[in-house]
């Protein structure tokens, strides 16, 4: 952000729950498995653009607007900014980058802040404001939130402690909510604190960076402050420009530009926030459809629902199965609506459990939908589904036609490439997405010796294990599930052994010992634990046991 910026004119920058693997290791940090990422270019501009302003800079490289949230040290009003606006931004092909801008270190140069007094206290209190304020405006849990820390002096541990507690806890308290945490600053300063702490161990390091160097360089990797295998997994933004003019489509705003690889709230057709304009239920009262006034172009339409069953088997799915038939008509012409503005919800009241969705436009072939963990429709989808709390099942689709639930009886595909990286305790397994006819994976399944272990979300390729066969060889195996229950083949396997004891220990191993070990594995923060003068000689090979009591097989 432009420093001189941050009190007078702020600038605004910028996918089931989530399920969080680990936060953080030496080596990298594990995206939140849910958030949609986005790759290309960004910007940022001290307030909302109008929405004319956002559809003439589509001639734009631009695909990325950052919006401040809101926060005590937020100086722009929100203006434009709505959850109507959020709504049809996303709607006209703009993905989001959330920014909360609160209390800042207290050894920042701004003057008239806000500062950073009870690290862990505020942060939480930021985190729930944030997520607060993001579902306000349509950002439900899944997508990602970035924290405001403007630069700061870097020559000051206690400054530098209380940013790092205030971080750890608005990422702990972001996950909590069901959010990715980001965080944006200054490489000099923020980021070079955030790359201590993932190097220190810690468990609350954020999903995201977002880094500012102005140094022209059109790419997220090659920062100094942070190698590269740090958030390496579409985990970074750069802003790499800071505040100028540029013009296109005729319209001209002041901005900073980013480049981006990082998780996003996908650009997206959504669900209009304002009431519906009708509502019409199916014939045998299962089912009803809900439009708004700007679903249709034409002034007069019917909407009809009907019922009724397949006609012959549909293969992939078992017999059976329930259909409606969406039809929408302008009254005045008599001419079919082939597509519509904004999305149409078709409920159905209780639809019979492992149901998934599928598509037709005559009737006769039929094409999967994916089931969807919110109620929007990610670029390029026409359609898709959503299973909620209640048991019933909401269909959005922006055309009409065939809608049929069915019963899936083909396995999905079996995950490939698992691997596995053992570190601190933990085994970190990754793999390949599994596909599935019914369009999506709803789980992935964790197996030990065959036997399951852990489920994860389906939207995910990464999970980290710690439970291991205290004798013998551990395989660890994943095998995917879809909405219907249908499992696939299991992976190849990743397997770990026990390391054996190092000869020559002592039986009883000394109390100095341990206090040492955690000393030195602990970042060697206070003073250095009383040992004998001279280590004995099994100590290093201890260590070097208890840090890794596994080995890959």
Request: positive net charge.
């Given at each position: 952000?432009?420093?001189?910026?941050?009190?007078?004119?702020?600038?605004?920058?910028?996918?089931?729950?989530?399920?969080?693997?680990?936060?953080?290791?030496?080596?990298?940090?594990?995206?939140?498995?849910?958030?949609?990422?986005?790759?290309?270019?960004?910007?940022?501009?001290?307030?909302?653009?109008?929405?004319?302003?956002?559809?003439?800079?589509?001639?734009?490289?631009?695909?990325?607007?950052?919006?401040?949230?809101?926060?005590?040290?937020?100086?722009?009003?929100?203006?434009?900014?709505?959850?109507?606006?959020?709504?049809?931004?996303?709607?006209?092909?703009?993905?989001?980058?959330?920014?909360?801008?609160?209390?800042?270190?207290?050894?920042?140069?701004?003057?008239?802040?806000?500062?950073?007094?009870s690290g862990g206290t505020q942060g939480k209190a930021a985190?729930?404001?944030?997520?607060?304020?993001?579902?306000?405006?349509?950002?439900?849990?899944?997508?990602?939130?970035?924290?405001?820390?403007?630069?700061?002096?870097?020559?000051?541990?206690?400054?530098?402690?209380?940013?790092?507690?205030?971080?750890?806890?608005?990422?702990?308290?972001?996950?909590?909510?069901?959010?990715?945490?980001?965080?944006?600053?200054?490489?000099?300063?923020?980021?070079?604190?955030?790359?201590?702490?993932?190097?220190?161990?810690?468990?609350?390091?954020?999903?995201?960076?977002?880094?500012?160097?102005?140094?022209?360089?059109?790419?997220?990797?090659?920062?100094?402050?942070?190698?590269?295998?740090?958030?390496?997994?579409?985990?970074?933004?750069?802003?790499?420009?800071?505040?100028?003019?540029?013009?296109?489509?005729?319209?001209?705003?002041?901005?900073?530009?980013?480049?981006?690889?990082?998780?996003?709230?996908?650009?997206?057709?959504?669900?209009?926030?304002?009431?519906?304009?009708?509502?019409?239920?199916?014939?045998?009262?299962?089912?009803?459809?809900?439009?708004?006034?700007?679903?249709?172009?034409?002034?007069?339409?019917?909407?009809?629902?009907?019922?009724?069953?397949?006609?012959?088997?549909?293969?992939?799915?078992?017999?059976?199965?329930?259909?409606?038939?969406?039809?929408?008509?302008?009254?005045?012409?008599?001419?079919?609506?082939?597509?519509?503005?904004?999305?149409?919800?078709?409920?159905?009241?209780?639809?019979?459990?492992?149901?998934?969705?599928?598509?037709?436009?005559d009737g006769l072939t039929w094409t999967p939908i994916k089931?969807?963990?919110?109620?929007?429709?990610?670029?390029?989808?026409?359609?898709?589904?959503?299973?909620?709390?209640?048991?019933?099942?909401?269909?959005?689709?922006?055309?009409?036609?065939?809608?049929?639930?069915?019963?899936?009886?083909?396995?999905?595909?079996?995950?490939?490439?698992?691997?596995?990286?053992?570190?601190?305790?933990?085994?970190?397994?990754?793999?390949?997405?599994?596909?599935?006819?019914?369009?999506?994976?709803?789980?992935?399944?964790?197996?030990?010796?065959?036997?399951?272990?852990?489920?994860?979300?389906?939207?995910?390729?990464?999970?980290?294990?710690?439970?291991?066969?205290?004798?013998?060889?551990?395989?660890?195996?994943?095998?995917?599930?879809?909405?219907?229950?249908?499992?696939?083949?299991?992976?190849?396997?990743?397997?770990?052994?026990?390391?054996?004891?190092?000869?020559?220990?002592?039986?009883?191993?000394?109390?100095?010992?341990?206090?040492?070990?955690?000393?030195?594995?602990?970042?060697?923060?206070?003073?250095?634990?009383?040992?004998?003068?001279?280590?004995?000689?099994?100590?290093?090979?201890?260590?070097?046991?208890?840090?890794?009591?596994?080995?890959?097989?």
């Amino acid at each position: 952000m432009t420093r001189t910026r941050l009190y007078g004119l702020l600038l605004v920058v910028g996918v089931s729950l989530l399920v969080t693997t680990t936060a953080g290791s030496a080596s990298r940090v594990t995206r939140l498995g849910t958030s949609s990422f986005y790759t290309g270019y960004g910007f940022d501009a001290c307030g909302a653009p109008s929405l004319e302003a956002m559809e003439a800079w589509l001639a734009s490289p631009y695909r990325a607007i950052g919006i401040y949230l809101g926060g005590s040290n937020r100086a722009c009003p929100d203006g434009n900014l709505t959850p109507a606006w959020v709504n049809s931004v996303r709607a006209g092909g703009w993905n989001l980058l959330p920014l909360w801008v609160g209390p800042q270190a207290p050894c920042v140069a701004q003057p008239r802040l806000q500062l950073i007094t009870s690290g862990g206290t505020q942060g939480k209190a930021a985190a729930d404001s944030a997520a607060a304020r993001a579902a306000y405006f349509g950002i439900g849990a899944g997508y990602p939130i970035y924290y405001d820390m403007e630069g700061y002096a870097t020559n000051n541990p206690s400054c530098t402690l209380t940013v790092q507690r205030f971080v750890a806890a608005w990422v702990d308290e972001l996950h909590a909510k069901g959010y990715a945490a980001g965080v944006y600053g200054s490489a000099s300063s923020t980021i070079r604190d955030l790359v201590a702490m993932l190097e220190n161990g810690s468990a609350s390091v954020p999903d995201n960076v977002w880094i500012a160097r102005w140094n022209g360089v059109e790419d997220v990797f090659g920062e100094p402050v942070a190698a590269d295998e740090y958030w390496g997994e579409h985990q970074r933004i750069h802003q790499y420009k800071g505040g100028h003019k540029e013009t296109w489509g005729g319209v001209t705003i002041n901005v900073d530009s980013n480049y981006v690889d990082g998780a996003v709230v996908e650009a997206a057709a959504a669900l209009p926030t304002e009431p519906p304009a009708g509502t019409v239920a199916s014939s045998d009262g299962l089912a009803s459809v809900t439009w708004w006034a700007s679903s249709f172009d034409t002034l007069t339409t019917t909407v009809t629902l009907t019922p009724s069953v397949p006609a012959t088997p549909v293969p992939g799915y078992a017999p059976g199965g329930y259909v409606l038939q969406l039809g929408v008509t302008d009254t005045a012409t008599a001419a079919p609506v082939t597509r519509f503005g904004t999305l149409v919800s078709i409920h159905v009241n209780a639809p019979e459990a492992g149901v998934v969705a599928a598509f037709s436009s005559d009737g006769l072939t039929w094409t999967p939908i994916k089931r969807l963990s919110s109620a929007a429709l990610s670029a390029g989808q026409t359609s898709g589904y959503q299973l909620m709390p209640d048991g019933s099942l909401e269909i959005y689709t922006l055309v009409p036609g065939w809608f049929g639930l069915f019963h899936d009886i083909t396995p999905p595909t079996t995950p490939s490439g698992l691997s596995g990286q053992y570190k601190k305790g933990k085994l970190l397994l990754s793999w390949q997405s599994a596909t599935d006819e019914s369009g999506a994976i709803a789980g992935y399944q964790v197996t030990l010796n065959r036997a399951p272990i852990q489920t994860v979300a389906g939207t995910s390729t990464k999970t980290s294990v710690t439970r291991f066969k205290k004798k013998g060889w551990s395989a660890y195996r994943v095998i995917a599930v879809d909405g219907s229950g249908n499992q696939s083949a299991p992976s190849e396997s990743v397997s770990v052994v026990k390391v054996a004891r190092p000869r020559h220990l002592p039986r009883a191993i000394p109390a100095w010992t341990w206090r040492l070990y955690k000393w030195q594995t602990h970042g060697k923060k206070g003073a250095r634990p009383k040992t004998p003068h001279k280590l004995p000689s099994w100590y290093w090979p201890w260590a070097n046991w208890q840090t890794s009591p596994y080995r890959l097989g």
